[in-house]
């Protein structure tokens, strides 16, 4: 538990340094992000409100950190887990456990890896889309899980090599989720996302 409260606090502390909530002044809410904010709880606590253990809950941060950037993310972050604690009935522990590695890990590094691709791929539509909108959260939330399982072990009755390909593939279904997404606002709803730059990505002529 020390090094989650450390992750969270170091976290925190670089976002609010940033004072994000300035990009916010005098415009209207986010609504795009702001709704997908409002749906991480029930992804982090799904296997306790289904009574049902899940090798890996949906993450949804790393979408979250696109559309939002990685400051507001990051901040965002804090009403999810106390919202997941309540919903699913979760420990203090637990719910700081989820945050950092459901949250604040995975987001981190999908920042990280997304900061590689744009500086060392072409700055392209499809490069974006498949490259920090899949294959970046893929290797965030597989990465993430992995770090997790390491650190706390599995749980009793479990193979942590079993636990290890769960979370593998549970990977895959949050990347594609994330990729759908990015696709879609992408095509229809560019100004969604706040990693997104027409004039960054789109070929020019």
């Not at 976290?11 to 940033?18: D, G, K, N, R, V």
């Not at 795009?32 to 029930?42: G, I, K, N, T």
């Not at 409100?49 to 993450?59: E, G, R």
């Amino acid at each position: 538990m020390a090094l989650e409260t450390i992750v969270l606090v170091l976290a925190l502390a670089a976002a609010a340094a940033t004072r994000p909530w300035r990009v916010l002044a005098g415009g209207a809410p986010p609504w795009p992000w702001l709704a997908w904010w409002a749906v991480l709880p029930l992804l982090w606590c799904a296997d306790t409100l289904v009574h049902m253990p899940i090798a890996q809950p949906l993450s949804g941060a790393c979408l979250l950190m696109l559309m939002a950037g990685w400051p507001l993310a990051m901040l965002a972050l804090v009403p999810v887990a106390l919202i997941a604690a309540g919903l699913g009935d979760l420990a203090p522990a637990e719910a700081l456990h989820r945050m950092v590695w459901l949250g604040i890990v995975p987001a981190t590094l999908a920042l990280g890896l997304g900061a590689a691709i744009r500086r060392w791929l072409p700055h392209h539509l499809f490069v974006y889309i498949l490259g920090r909108g899949f294959f970046a959260s893929l290797l965030a939330l597989a990465i993430s899980g992995w770090l997790a399982l390491a650190w706390h072990g599995s749980p009793a009755g479990t193979l942590v090599a079993d636990l290890a390909v769960g979370r593998w593939l549970a990977a895959w279904g949050d990347a594609f989720l994330t990729g759908m997404m990015v696709a879609i606002f992408v095509a229809l709803r560019p100004e969604w996302l706040a990693t997104y730059s027409d004039r960054l990505y789109l070929p020019r002529d």
